[in-house]
């Protein structure tokens, strides 16, 4: 792919890596509600909840999060290509 490819899938790239995390959080609300049992994933600076909920938190919502934007730049580069026939490296 040329350089006019690469620069026209960059604002693609960037609506695609949003979008990711949007659904990222919404994935991760879901899972930690049938894990934990709890509508609200700790935060860091929660007073009452421990160390281990807290690091599994962060643990879960980083894996989430990163399989998603994987699949999701990976899906949209998969489109490029099917509608362009170039990857778009």
């Known amino acids: ?3 006019v490819g ?3 899938y960059k604002p ?3 609506l695609l890596g949003m979008a990711a995390g949007g659904l990222a959080g919404l994935v991760f609300k879901q899972v930690w509600k049938r894990v934990a049992g709890d509508d609200d994933a700790p935060n860091a600076t929660d007073e009452d909840r421990g160390w281990g909920e807290v690091l599994a938190a962060a643990a ?3 894996a989430i999060f990163a399989l998603v934007k994987a699949a999701v730049d990976r899906g949209g ?3 490029v290509k099917h509608l362009t026939g170039r990857w778009p490296a």
């Open 77 to 79: 580069a998969a489109g």
């Open 6 to 8: 690469k620069l026209a």
């Open 12 to 14: 693609v790239g960037v």
């Open 60 to 62: 879960l919502q980083g």
């Open 1 to 3: 792919m040329g350089v």
